[in-house]
């Protein structure tokens, strides 16, 4: 990624990059908290016999969460796993084209996954959707409204992007 000093960062670049950043350190908080989780869920079950009700539910759900709540960072950063061959080939509009096809591709694949999750969503909220028995049960339409909104955080993200890369391939010139 380009260091800035040649090229000027707008203050677009810098909400996106700032609400991204946000979303991630959100997901490293969540990380955090779910490790803690399941150590204390270790330490209970190994040294008192009794577990953390509900670790398995949490973890299983937080997975998708934590995991979304970073791809908008990652893509913003331009650090998507990338076949290098074609790509180091092309000229500075060739890498342009790609990079902008390839974010259009994520867009709508991002626009798919929030607008396919929106009925879901809805009867989740409708119906106040719960994983688990017995003794705990977590809710699960934030979750689901979790993966809507960030659904649409990466349609917005890859659109700019997309943009940016047609607009102002200078951006790659590092690459």
């Known amino acids: 990624m380009n260091d800035g000093a040649s090229v000027p960062v707008s203050p677009i670049d810098t909400v996106i990059g700032t609400f991204c ?15 803690i989780l399941i150590l ?3 330490i209970g079950r190994e040294a008192f016999g009794t577990p953390v009700y509900g670790t398995n539910e949490v973890v299983s759900n937080s997975v998708l969460s934590i ?8 893509i913003f950063n331009r650090n998507s796993l990338r076949t290098t061959f074609v790509y180091q080939k ?24 929030a607008y396919g999750s929106w009925p879901n969503m809805i009867e989740a909220w409708a119906i106040r959707e ?8 977590i809710p699960v339409y934030p979750i689901r409204t979790l993966v809507v909104f960030v659904g649409a955080v990466g349609v917005i993200v890859c659109s700019y992007l997309a ?4 607009r102002r391939p200078q951006l790659l010139a590092d690459d």
Request: one cysteine or more; glycine letters at 8%.
């Open 163 to 166: 943009y940016q890369s047609l």
């Open 130 to 137: 719960a994983e688990g028995s017995g003794i705990i049960t």
């Open 90 to 113: 092309a000229g500075l509009r060739g890498r342009s084209l790609i990079d902008s096809g390839s974010y259009i591709l994520a867009a709508l694949l991002f626009l798919v996954i």
């Open 40 to 42: 204390c869920d270790v």
């Open 21 to 35: 950043k946000f979303l991630n350190i959100l997901s490293a908080a969540w990380l955090l908290a779910i490790a």
């Open 67 to 74: 995991l979304f709540l970073q791809l908008p960072l990652s």
